[in-house]
């Protein structure tokens, strides 16, 4: 381990300045490890989700094909799946050291997932108006926990991001700020993965 | 010479060890005493794998020992350098290989037994009913209690299970409250009473076997279920299939509840009305009721399925049953004097089913009339959905 | 040097450098301090248990309590002394024995002792808060949900906290060993006690997220009104079961692991032989590990999930005997030809291999399916597993504990009493359990709280019992001796055992708080041996001496799971007499508080994890200078 400078001259900036350091390295390698976990976390949860479809107490419940709406999913779906492409940019721009259009792509990545959000938070009170709550059914149970989970991924990245962008005002890009862009990116990415699966699992499969 | 000799060893050993463990245990309830054809081919495959498995532990021990005899340093000298050895490709082989073989040895039977015992077809019908020319009943595991039912004779018993010996006697298996496991070790393994979906499963007790244990064996409990898992025993009858049958009548032919005779009992029919038949039937019918079927609580083997039966328990237990199975239901849903608890214990004893006055060729008439156009009863399934409602109506 | 000054602080201080401390060689003594104590904890439960079950009919514990005690004694063995003791040996040797000055997250790495701490706390004030868990530390769903009160709130909770403590500290050991092993340490060349590590680490990142699922769906039945379990509802027990045995396989192998890591250490040392067939070992851990996912439903023979499960799930489970008869095979044929010395550590290594043979064949065994119909639930389980966890898993703890105490306290356990506490451990670990196996075979059945007299098993469990206190007494010898020694507190100088191979044996006691003044160069398989034979017995440097960078100590990881440890009393009495709740708790009375506590504690831990992640943290250097003036200094302590 040699002397570690983090703030690195613009004529010296690595082609990779996220793994440029050792602590860069461990957190990427690192970073991989805990999504191999939390693929196991969804893997988990898609199983409960299957072996409880439309499992409900009686008649008057509604299942899977009466609930979902293919064409408000799909905008989900592109809504994110920009979302990371955005987040992409960014360390397109992290890696050419430049500050500004970094943070700027960074800043529409939120916006794309914040309306993500929106739309899963909308989603969400229309079943509950028609009585497919988490209290209502097995069913509901798993279908709110799976997404649900998902939709929390989404707030902890949305707030991550946020809190990158605000600290990183002040201090501008150097090795140290671009481990922590790039394993946002990590994250981002595997929730978009994740959401790709729920779409055809839970919306596409759904409604078939 | 030497074949014989070793053919002799081995053949000394097999003794050896089957004396060994079936010399231990009681004959009604040690799973080395195997009382029928499912457990006796579950005990060979425990004897195939401990031969197997001796053999390794044999072996193993030898080449430890050997190993930590001859190179302790206090022999080798403290100056002894060992040699570096990297690995050895043959040893390698030959104990990745053998284990191999020996596995398969094993995994043979044991494929060839899951499939067989699995195989319970025979209890439904091509439609999907209860098969009335077979043996077929329907477990119920409550905290801490069993009910069986006998789906084709409409029979309903609790604690005391009775089955024909010589026969598969098939069993469907579901979970009240919490998930129970129905054990009766010597006859054959366990299988888990499910709260979610009926289990099925067969065991068979021998003729044989039945008449060295006095025709009783014991069955457990075997998942824990609350406090008084340890208590949730019960009682197998074994009995030819001509007493069987008897038994099966007699059952039908209480249709109203047995009027009781000495002056107590007739009080404690009273009280019993009022207080405890929400919960107990005293006619064999009512399968998934709340409690106990009580039909023929006096010729029961024990009292809360662990007690000796006597008055003397029966009334401590309705007295204070917490005090004697902790977490059980019955528990303060009644409220009675000592007094009171005497009369309905005197009631209770007088809960016979008389033998011999059913009519069993009625039974077996109705058997095959049912077996020919297979409408008299309902499927397993269904009639286990029904009683689920009642439950959830009560 | 800060060594010196420490010495000098006074207690606060010293307590608040262990609070907030990312130093592994500390974060182990953590781990060893609370492992230790759950340790005792536990065995104190089983000795209660095996009174109550030493003559028929006993009354010594009553049915609910007994019931708590088997569950607290299995859930606190499993989850809060073997892992932690394990991870306290991790900690102590791993970093060392890979080349490097910690782990990759040192902050990680204490945050997740302080989750194991809190989580562990907060599972056993059950005792004093209304009454332990009591389904079994399986706490199969139908029962757990059934159980009245809040002891299962407490399991859920409890090891929903630790269990992330352990999942941390697996990807973190993953990641050490993966990015930070010295320059010539290639994987063919690491420990194997660094290699079962690395399997076992992978393993918690995979098993242990289908447990976190699993007790979120029982935290979500039992406190917000959820129907995963609730079969009128639509809900389904068997998921818990599959889901608790996917994680609870492999659990197996995470605890059995890094046990066999730490004896193939031990043979190689004390047998002054290398290990045999180095690379077979490795292929059989990873092996090990990988068919460990896929035999689960061997616990679930008896549930009907049908024959071709059944059949598929036997035979997968018979092949992991071929891995783990390698190894065994390996272990022998190490000390064959070798130079033995009766150590306490040896003694328990070489206790070990009849012990465990026996443990595993049993297990051959149960993978027989329609035998284990008659195995299930019995007390042949119970030796079983008690065989494998006590005859490898505690085996090895006790070794470890041994072999280690010089790295981790820098002086030596007394041989002794060390040798005096095994034979007693040896004797009475095979007295116990060795019967068992007998009673399940006569039909008992476990998790009874008593038997009923004239069924045969009086006198066998009677030998188990008296078992039990011959292990007991082991462990009150032991407990003696580690206070001797810190008494005495007699320093022993570099490679106390005389016949080190690995690389924390050739670093200077105590050890640097930095580890390694210059990184080493690795030049073989048992890197320090390899200098002893080939070079002039010191480890050649990979670097020259220069400033290097250490990481800053932080109070935050306290504080994190501090949040969590309060968020859960919200969570835990949130459904007190609500109309959704279960019947459990329904009838209890509400608890206003409970949702503000339960917001409080998360928004302490979710501030915390924004201040980590908003502040930069840089760690310091520690300068070339410094690290002169300790070579010095220890040059004229050589002297």
Same mark, same amino acid.
């Given at each position: 381990?040699?002397?570690?400078?983090?703030?690195?001259?613009?004529?010296?900036?690595?082609?990779?300045?996220?793994?440029?350091?050792?602590?860069?390295?461990?957190?990427?390698?690192?970073?991989?490890? *805990? $999504? &191999?976990? @939390?693929?196991?976390? /969804?893997?988990?949860?898609?199983?409960?989700?299957?072996?409880?479809?439309? %499992?409900?107490?009686?008649?008057?419940?509604?299942?899977?094909?009466?609930?979902?709406?293919?064409?408000?999913?799909?905008?989900?779906?592109?809504?994110?799946?920009?979302?990371?492409?955005?987040?992409?940019?960014?360390?397109?721009?992290?890696?050419?050291?430049?500050?500004?259009?970094?943070?700027?792509?960074?800043?529409?990545?939120?916006?794309?997932?914040?309306? *993500? $959000? &929106?739309? @899963?938070?909308?989603? /969400?009170?229309?079943?509950?108006?028609?009585?497919?709550?988490?209290?209502? %059914?097995?069913?509901?149970?798993?279908?709110?926990?799976?997404?649900?989970?998902?939709?929390?991924?989404?707030?902890?990245?949305?707030?991550?991001?946020?809190?990158?962008?605000?600290?990183?005002?002040?201090?501008?890009?150097?090795?140290?700020?671009?481990?922590?862009?790039?394993?946002?990116?990590?994250?981002?990415?595997?929730?978009?993965?994740?959401?790709?699966?729920?779409?055809?699992?839970?919306?596409?499969?759904?409604?078939? | 010479?030497?074949?014989?000799?070793?053919?002799?060893?081995?053949?000394?050993?097999?003794?050896?060890?089957?004396?060994?463990?079936?010399?231990?245990?009681?004959?009604?309830?040690?799973?080395?005493?195997?009382?029928?054809?499912?457990?006796?081919?579950?005990?060979?495959?425990?004897?195939?794998?401990?031969?197997?498995?001796?053999?390794?532990?044999?072996?193993?021990?030898?080449?430890?020992?050997?190993?930590?005899?001859?190179?302790?340093?206090?022999?080798?000298?403290?100056?002894?350098?060992?040699?570096?050895?990297?690995?050895?490709?043959?040893?390698?082989?030959?104990?990745?290989?053998?284990?191999?073989?020996?596995?398969?040895?094993?995994?043979?039977?044991?494929?060839?037994?899951?499939?067989?015992?699995?195989?319970?077809?025979?209890?439904?019908?091509?439609?999907?009913?209860?098969?009335?020319?077979?043996?077929?009943?329907?477990?119920?595991?409550?905290?801490?209690?069993?009910?069986?039912?006998?789906?084709?004779?409409?029979?309903?018993?609790?604690?005391?299970?009775?089955?024909?010996?010589?026969?598969?006697?098939?069993?469907?298996?579901?979970?009240?409250?919490?998930?129970?496991?129905?054990?009766?070790?010597?006859?054959?393994?366990?299988?888990?009473?499910?709260?979610?979906?009926?289990?099925?499963?067969?065991?068979?007790?021998?003729?044989?076997?039945?008449?060295?244990?006095?025709?009783?064996?014991?069955?457990?409990?075997?998942?824990?279920?609350?406090?008084?898992?340890?208590?949730?025993?019960?009682?197998?009858?074994?009995?030819?299939?001509?007493?069987?049958?008897?038994?099966?009548?007699?059952?039908?032919?209480?249709?109203?509840?047995?009027?009781?005779?000495?002056?107590?009992?007739?009080?404690?029919?009273?009280?019993?009305?009022?207080?405890?038949?929400?919960?107990?039937?005293?006619?064999?019918?009512?399968?998934?009721?709340?409690?106990?079927?009580?039909?023929?609580?006096?010729?029961?083997?024990?009292?809360?399925?662990?007690?000796?039966?006597?008055?003397?328990?029966?009334?401590?237990?309705?007295?204070?049953?917490?005090?004697?199975?902790?977490?059980?239901?019955?528990?303060?849903?009644?409220?009675?004097?000592?007094?009171?608890?005497?009369?309905?214990?005197?009631?209770?004893?007088?809960?016979?089913?008389?033998?011999?006055?059913?009519?069993?060729?009625?039974?077996?008439?109705?058997?095959?009339?049912?077996?020919?156009?297979?409408?008299?009863?309902?499927?397993?399934?269904?009639?286990?959905?029904?009683?689920?409602?009642?439950?959830?109506?009560? | 040097?800060?060594?010196?000054?420490?010495?000098?602080?006074?207690?606060?201080?010293?307590?608040?450098?262990?609070?907030?401390?990312?130093?592994?060689?500390?974060?182990?003594?953590?781990?060893?301090?609370?492992?230790?104590?759950?340790?005792?904890?536990?065995?104190?439960?089983?000795?209660?248990?095996?009174?109550?079950?030493?003559?028929?009919?006993?009354?010594?514990?009553?049915?609910?309590?007994?019931?708590?005690?088997?569950?607290?004694?299995?859930?606190?063995?499993?989850?809060?002394?073997?892992?932690?003791?394990?991870?306290?040996?991790?900690?102590?040797?791993?970093?060392?024995?890979?080349?490097?000055?910690?782990?990759?997250?040192?902050?990680?790495?204490?945050?997740?002792?302080?989750?194991?701490?809190?989580?562990?706390?907060?599972?056993?004030?059950?005792?004093?808060?209304?009454?332990?868990?009591?389904?079994?530390?399986?706490?199969?769903?139908?029962?757990?949900?059934?159980?009245?009160?809040?002891?299962?709130?407490?399991?859920?909770?409890?090891?929903?906290?630790?269990?992330?403590?352990?999942?941390?500290?697996?990807?973190?050991?993953?990641?050490?060993?993966?990015?930070?092993?010295?320059?010539?340490?290639?994987?063919?060349?690491?420990?194997?006690?660094?290699?079962?590590?690395?399997?076992?680490?992978?393993?918690?990142?995979?098993?242990?997220?289908?447990?976190?699922?699993?007790?979120?769906?029982?935290?979500?039945?039992?406190?917000?009104?959820?129907?995963?379990?609730?079969?009128?509802?639509?809900?389904?027990?068997?998921?818990?079961?599959?889901?608790?045995?996917?994680?609870?396989?492999?659990?197996?192998?995470?605890?059995?692991?890094?046990?066999?890591?730490?004896?193939?250490?031990?043979?190689?040392?004390?047998?002054?032989?290398?290990?045999?067939?180095?690379?077979?070992?490795?292929?059989?851990?990873?092996?090990?590990?990988?068919?460990?996912?896929?035999?689960?439903?061997?616990?679930?023979?008896?549930?009907?999930?049908?024959?071709?499960?059944?059949?598929?799930?036997?035979?997968?489970?018979?092949?992991?005997?071929?891995?783990?008869?390698?190894?065994?095979?390996?272990?022998?044929?190490?000390?064959?030809?070798?130079?033995?010395?009766?150590?306490?550590?040896?003694?328990?290594?070489?206790?070990?291999?009849?012990?465990?043979?026996?443990?595993?064949?049993?297990?051959?065994?149960?993978?027989?399916?329609?035998?284990?119909?008659?195995?299930?639930?019995?007390?042949?389980?119970?030796?079983?597993?008690?065989?494998?966890?006590?005859?490898?898993?505690?085996?090895?703890?006790?070794?470890?504990?041994?072999?280690?105490?010089?790295?981790?306290?820098?002086?030596?356990?007394?041989?002794?009493?060390?040798?005096?506490?095994?034979?007693?451990?040896?004797?009475?670990?095979?007295?116990?359990?060795?019967?068992?196996?007998?009673?399940?075979?006569?039909?008992?059945?476990?998790?009874?709280?008593?038997?009923?007299?004239?069924?045969?098993?009086?006198?066998?469990?009677?030998?188990?019992?008296?078992?039990?206190?011959?292990?007991?007494?082991?462990?009150?010898?032991?407990?003696?001796?580690?206070?001797?020694?810190?008494?005495?507190?007699?320093?022993?100088?570099?490679?106390?055992?005389?016949?080190?191979?690995?690389?924390?044996?050739?670093?200077?006691?105590?050890?640097?708080?930095?580890?390694?003044?210059?990184?080493?160069?690795?030049?073989?398989?048992?890197?320090?041996?390899?200098?002893?034979?080939?070079?002039?017995?010191?480890?050649?440097?990979?670097?020259?001496?220069?400033?290097?960078?250490?990481?800053?100590?932080?109070?935050?990881?306290?504080?994190?799971?501090?949040?969590?440890?309060?968020?859960?009393?919200?969570?835990?009495?949130?459904?007190?007499?609500?109309?959704?709740?279960?019947?459990?708790?329904?009838?209890?009375?509400?608890?206003?508080?409970?949702?503000?506590?339960?917001?409080?504690?998360?928004?302490?831990?979710?501030?915390?994890?924004?201040?980590?992640?908003?502040?930069?943290?840089?760690?310091?250097?520690?300068?070339?200078?410094?690290?002169?003036?300790?070579?010095?200094?220890?040059?004229?302590?050589?002297?």
């Amino acid at each position: 381990m040699a002397n570690m400078e983090y703030n690195v001259p613009t004529e010296r900036w690595p082609a990779h300045p996220e793994t440029a350091t050792q602590e860069g390295q461990n957190k990427f390698v690192g970073f991989w490890i *805990f $999504l &191999a976990g @939390e693929t196991a976390l /969804f893997a988990s949860l898609f199983a409960t989700y299957l072996a409880l479809k439309d %499992s409900v107490p009686s008649d008057d419940h509604l299942l899977a094909a009466d609930l979902f709406h293919l064409p408000l999913a799909f905008v989900m779906t592109m809504l994110l799946l920009t979302s990371s492409l955005t987040s992409v940019y960014a360390v397109y721009h992290m890696r050419n050291n430049n500050f500004q259009k970094m943070q700027l792509w960074l800043g529409i990545t939120v916006l794309l997932g914040a309306s *993500f $959000l &929106a739309l @899963e938070i909308y989603e /969400f009170v229309e079943y509950t108006g028609l009585g497919h709550t988490f209290r209502s %059914s097995a069913f509901g149970s798993a279908f709110y926990f799976l997404i649900g989970t998902h939709g929390f991924h989404v707030i902890v990245g949305l707030i991550w991001a946020t809190l990158l962008i605000l600290r990183n005002a002040k201090r501008g890009l150097s090795v140290y700020t671009a481990a922590k862009v790039n394993t946002f990116a990590l994250y981002w990415h595997f929730i978009d993965v994740v959401w790709v699966f729920i779409f055809t699992i839970v919306y596409l499969l759904g409604v078939l | 010479m030497k074949n014989h000799w070793m053919k002799a060893k081995w053949i000394g050993l097999l003794t050896v060890l089957m004396v060994f463990l079936s010399g231990c245990g009681k004959n009604h309830l040690s799973t080395l005493r195997p009382a029928g054809e499912v457990g006796r081919e579950q005990f060979y495959l425990m004897i195939l794998s401990i031969i197997i498995m001796l053999f390794v532990v044999v072996v193993v021990t030898i080449l430890f020992a050997v190993a930590v005899t001859r190179n302790r340093r206090s022999k080798r000298g403290e100056n002894f350098q060992p040699k570096d050895v990297a690995t050895n490709h043959t040893l390698e082989v030959i104990w990745t290989s053998i284990p191999i073989v020996l596995l398969i040895i094993l995994a043979v039977p044991t494929v060839y037994l899951v499939f067989k015992q699995a195989d319970t077809s025979a209890s439904v019908t091509d439609d999907g009913e209860v098969n009335p020319e077979e043996t077929v009943i329907n477990v119920r595991a409550y905290q801490y209690w069993w009910e069986f039912e006998y789906p084709s004779e409409g029979v309903v018993t609790a604690q005391d299970l009775v089955v024909p010996t010589d026969e598969r006697v098939y069993f469907n298996l579901l979970g009240v409250d919490v998930k129970h496991s129905f054990w009766v070790p010597a006859a054959g393994g366990k299988m888990d009473t499910n709260i979610d979906g009926i289990n099925s499963f067969y065991l068979i007790f021998d003729e044989d076997s039945a008449a060295e244990t006095d025709r009783i064996f014991y069955g457990k409990c075997a998942e824990l279920c609350g406090p008084s898992h340890a208590l949730m025993d019960f009682k197998v009858t074994a009995l030819a299939e001509e007493d069987y049958d008897q038994w099966l009548a007699d059952m039908q032919a209480i249709e109203e509840p047995a009027e009781a005779s000495s002056e107590d009992a007739q009080a404690g029919q009273e009280i019993f009305n009022n207080s405890c038949m929400g919960c107990h039937a005293t006619t064999a019918t009512g399968a998934g009721a709340m409690g106990p079927n009580l039909t023929n609580f006096a010729d029961r083997e024990l009292i809360a399925g662990y007690l000796e039966h006597n008055e003397e328990n029966l009334q401590e237990w309705i007295r204070d049953p917490e005090s004697l199975k902790p977490g059980n239901k019955m528990t303060g849903t009644y409220d009675l004097s000592d007094e009171e608890i005497e009369l309905v214990s005197a009631y209770l004893m007088e809960l016979s089913v008389e033998e011999g006055s059913g009519d069993v060729e009625a039974l077996q008439e109705s058997r095959e009339a049912s077996g020919d156009d297979e409408s008299g009863e309902g499927s397993a399934d269904e009639e286990t959905q029904d009683d689920e409602d009642e439950e959830e109506g009560n | 040097m800060a060594q010196t000054s420490a010495r000098k602080q006074g207690v606060g201080s010293v307590i608040w450098e262990y609070l907030t401390t990312v130093d592994h060689k500390k974060i182990a003594i953590l781990y060893l301090i609370a492992g230790g104590f759950f340790f005792v904890l536990g065995g104190i439960e089983a000795m209660l248990i095996r009174i109550q079950l030493a003559v028929p009919n006993n009354d010594f514990l009553s049915a609910g309590l007994f019931n708590e005690m088997i569950t607290m004694h299995g859930t606190t063995m499993i989850f809060l002394a073997a892992m932690p003791l394990l991870f306290a040996f991790m900690n102590a040797t791993v970093p060392l024995q890979i080349g490097a000055r910690d782990l990759a997250f040192p902050f990680l790495n204490s945050l997740g002792v302080w989750l194991f701490i809190f989580g562990g706390i907060f599972l056993n004030l059950s005792w004093f808060m209304g009454g332990a868990p009591d389904a079994g530390w399986t706490s199969y769903a139908s029962l757990s949900i059934a159980s009245p009160g809040h002891g299962i709130d407490f399991y859920a909770l409890g090891l929903q906290i630790s269990g992330a403590g352990t999942l941390i500290t697996g990807i973190n050991f993953a990641t050490t060993i993966i990015t930070m092993r010295a320059p010539g340490m290639t994987y063919m060349r690491m420990p194997l006690m660094t290699w079962t590590t690395l399997v076992a680490s992978v393993l918690i990142v995979f098993a242990f997220p289908p447990l976190t699922i699993g007790i979120f769906l029982l935290i979500f039945d039992r406190m917000f009104g959820s129907n995963f379990f609730i079969v009128e509802a639509g809900g389904n027990t068997i998921i818990w079961e599959h889901l608790f045995w996917i994680f609870g396989h492999p659990e197996v192998y995470i605890l059995i692991l890094p046990a066999f890591g730490i004896f193939s250490e031990i043979f190689a040392t004390f047998a002054r032989k290398r290990l045999f067939g180095y690379s077979a070992m490795v292929f059989a851990t990873v092996l090990i590990g990988f068919f460990g996912f896929m035999v689960w439903a061997h616990h679930m023979f008896t549930v009907g999930l049908g024959p071709t499960a059944n059949a598929i799930f036997a035979v997968a489970t018979m092949a992991i005997a071929v891995p783990t008869g390698i190894k065994i095979f390996n272990w022998i044929a190490t000390i064959w030809g070798g130079s033995i010395e009766f150590t306490t550590p040896m003694l328990y290594a070489l206790a070990f291999i009849p012990s465990f043979t026996m443990g595993g064949v049993t297990g051959i065994m149960q993978a027989a399916a329609p035998a284990d119909y008659q195995y299930h639930d019995s007390y042949f389980i119970v030796a079983h597993f008690h065989y494998v966890i006590v005859g490898g898993v505690v085996f090895a703890l006790l070794a470890g504990l041994h072999y280690y105490w010089p790295i981790m306290f820098n002086t030596m356990l007394n041989e002794t009493l060390g040798k005096i506490t095994f034979w007693f451990f040896f004797i009475g670990f095979h007295m116990t359990f060795l019967i068992q196996h007998f009673l399940g075979l006569w039909g008992m059945p476990r998790r009874v709280f008593t038997y009923l007299d004239g069924q045969g098993y009086n006198a066998a469990n009677m030998i188990s019992t008296i078992g039990a206190f011959l292990m007991a007494i082991a462990v009150i010898v032991l407990v003696v001796n580690i206070i001797i020694t810190l008494v005495k507190n007699e320093r022993v100088g570099m490679d106390p055992w005389g016949d080190g191979r690995t690389l924390e044996w050739s670093i200077p006691l105590p050890v640097p708080y930095y580890n390694f003044a210059q990184i080493p160069l690795v030049r073989g398989l048992d890197a320090y041996w390899v200098e002893k034979k080939e070079g002039n017995g010191k480890m050649m440097p990979s670097e020259s001496l220069g400033d290097f960078h250490m990481p800053n100590n932080s109070i935050l990881p306290v504080v994190m799971s501090l949040g969590l440890f309060i968020a859960a009393f919200g969570a835990m009495y949130f459904p007190d007499g609500k109309e959704w709740a279960i019947d459990a708790v329904s009838g209890l009375d509400t608890k206003p508080w409970a949702l503000p506590v339960l917001m409080i504690g998360l928004a302490i831990t979710f501030v915390s994890m924004g201040i980590r992640s908003w502040k930069d943290d840089l760690g310091y250097y520690v300068t070339k200078e410094e690290v002169e003036r300790d070579l010095e200094e220890l040059e004229r302590g050589g002297k």
